[in-house]
């Protein structure tokens, strides 16, 4: 026997008894996607993010006797640290939940120094993805780095690649070093996919990128099955208890370069699961969540443009046979591709009219879109689009962003016009400043002389063992083309029109029709009419107050943020939900209490558009009108600690317009309609306190919320994004069972 033949027959008993030594060692590691919960969860999504890292991370890691969960609840994953005692940490970092994974960093350091932390997502000052992520020392996001990583020292390693591959990195070397973070730490080796920070704390050490999974080859590959299905394994089980959106990922990156995003900053190729692996998941899934009792009614589909692939189309066919067994999911929730809407159509028409459709135009302004490189807009498609969708009966939302450089105050309510004149229902939603994006960088924000403000993200905050945590966001308030006061005047009109566009005011939109005045004219009048000095009452009060909460709620710097909500009076403010609230989603609600001043200002300018109108029926169309949406007010009285209703609640009321009746037959000429007729009003007094019971105990603390969403049950509203995730949907929220009923007497 040879000298060498015996190293490598030694080398190998070493292998065995090291092998043989780890698996009765054993590996724990506990994988977060932690989420506050204050409030009531923000997002009630499947973590379907951790579970692919799980699964990976069990095909690769076999010489291990591996121990592995999985947790959302803040409360779970401290338990699990203080007495399941893992050995590897993994938690998420996105914007929602930065603060609160590195909170959980520290308590599990201050409890167990030696356990490895590991961060990972794109809410790090280089972003996630980026193939050059830090090469030199002279660069500006190095320095960033280094100071994100300094200020974090209860973190070990930040993974800036794909999750699924540099967790394995950190894991095995880990293992390597006798299950030592300490040992790890002190050799001062980068890893492949991570960047750390050196022992002497004077440099970064960055790990060579690592390709996404699936990338090599065509997409036709479907490389992205090499990472087996937390699904199918039933590694995800317990949380398909119905509580949680069951989510799927059917593609990974995004072929555009949008300058806001912080998946721009490189073009990504896109990798993609198989159709076949796809559609056994959602069979999988659709049984276990068929048998729950009011379980989740819909899906999540976290593609960046889901319908811009045929193989979409493919899995539109599958999804449609899980519809057909198991009559779920009720509605797919997607982010709409940016082109190829044909597509969408398709897939929307497969599954039932079901599809979520949102197409985020951020600007219709042709230079804007160029600076932000959203060049791939068609306007001539986008119309044709939109009237296809008409046909089908199909709403349209689109979301536009303020305020982007080059976009002015003009250009903005141009955008808002030419959007509602296409019956699109616009959204506006402040700039975010996001790590990673073009917007985030330094030299970006100096040649937009972009000016930002700090605020708090509504409803993600928590006290942790005594330290209150929050996560706030960065948003720009002024460009060169856009001041602050121009920006204010767009949130304060976006603010009106989210109002008015509360499905309770849909037939003022109907009237606005049939009098022939334009939606865009008829909002323009009516946020004039309110902002007029002489313009008194409720409303005027609560527009007043949405103003200045809108100023309030900006801070100059992250710190004075932080500082201001950790004082104990402004945390009780938090928590009773008096400050930090989605403010227009607050005000919205709250618009409904003054609900009879809302009718007022709305008929005034109805009726002023109707000066010098020799169609004398037109008055009476309005008066009646006015009359019979007056009566179906109802929030004031339901809000009262009494209820303020009783059994008793019955009375007639005599119409020269049957509105009623035109509401049910709009494609009718309304002149037929101007007749007298004669009706009995009353509630089901029953049925609204079953709904106020169950409203309030389904959003339990968060009484702006729950309040909100009562106030659109008891007007016959649509369902608030809790509620129509749940089954609970069909006993609820399928009829206006609390809309004040009549009976036509005459």
Partial sequence: MSLCTAHIQLLLYCLKK???????????????????????????????????????????IQNINLELKLAIEPEEIFELLKKWKPNILGCSNYIWNSNLSYAICKYSKKIYPDRLCILGGPEFPAGTGARKIINTEQDKTYDKCLKYLKDRPSVDYFAYSDGEVAFIEIVKKFVENNFSAKIMKNKDQPIEGNVSVSKDQSKLLVGDYINRIGTEGSIKNHGRDIIPSPYLSGLLDKFLDGTYVPAFETARGCPYLCAYCDQGLEQNKITVFSTKRLAEEMMYVGKKISKIKGGANSIHIFDNNWGLFQKDVDLADHVLKVMNKYDWPGYIKCSSPKAKWENLLKINDKLKNRVTIAVAMQSVNLDVLKIIKRKNLAMQQYVDFTKELHKRGKPLKSELIIPLPGETEDSFFKGIEFLMN????????????????????????????????????????????????????????????????????????????????????????????????????????????????????????????????????????????????????????????????????????????????????????????????LDKSLDLVLDSSEKWLKNLSLAKQIFNKNNGLTKKNRHQLELN?????????????????????????????????????????????????SNNRLIEFLTGLSIGSGLRGSKDYEKYGRFALLEKQFTRIN
């Avoid at 005047?489 to 037939?507: A, D, E, V």
């Avoid at 007729?677 to 959003?699: G, P, R, T």
């Fill in 18 to 60: 090291l092998n043989k030594l780890n698996k009765m060692k054993g590996l724990k590691i506990l994988l977060a996607d932690p989420r506050h919960n204050t409030l009531g969860f923000h997002s009630k999504t499947m973590p379907i993010n951790i579970g692919y890292i799980g699964e990976y991370l069990k095909k690769k």
């Fill in 422 to 613: 296409q019956k699109v229902s616009p959204a506006t939603y402040t700039l975010m400043i996001l790590c990673g994006a073009e917007f985030g960088k330094d030299e970006s924000m100096k040649k937009n002389k972009m000016k930002t403000k700090f605020r708090i993200l509504p409803r993600e905050f928590g006290d942790y063992y005594g330290e209150k945590v929050f996560e706030l966001e960065e948003i720009c308030i002024e460009t060169s083309s856009m001041n602050f006061q121009s920006y204010l005047k767009c949130r304060n009109y976006n603010f009106i029109l989210q109002m008015i566009g509360h499905p309770i005011f849909s037939p003022i939109y109907d009237l606005t029709q049939k009098i022939g005045l334009n939606w865009y004219k008829f909002s323009r009048q009516l946020i004039d009419l309110i902002q007029n000095k002489n313009f008194k009452g409720d409303l005027k009060n609560l527009y007043n107050e949405f103003c200045e909460e809108s100023y309030q709620e900006l801070f100059d710097t992250y710190e004075d943020a932080y500082q201001y909500y950790s004082k104990s009076e402004n945390y009780k403010a938090l928590v009773e939900n008096k400050k930090g609230s989605n403010l227009l989603m607050k005000y919205t609600g709250k618009s409904i209490l003054v609900y009879d001043d809302i009718i007022n200002a709305c008929f005034c300018v109805l009726k002023n558009n109707l000066n010098g109108n």
């Fill in 657 to 705: 317009f049957d509105f009623p009746e035109w509401i049910k037959n709009k494609h009718l000429p309304f002149h037929q309609f101007v007749k007298k007729s004669k009706y009995e009003l009353y509630y089901d007094f029953n049925k609204i306190i079953e709904w106020k019971s169950y409203v309030l105990s389904f959003y339990k603390t968060d009484k702006i919320q």
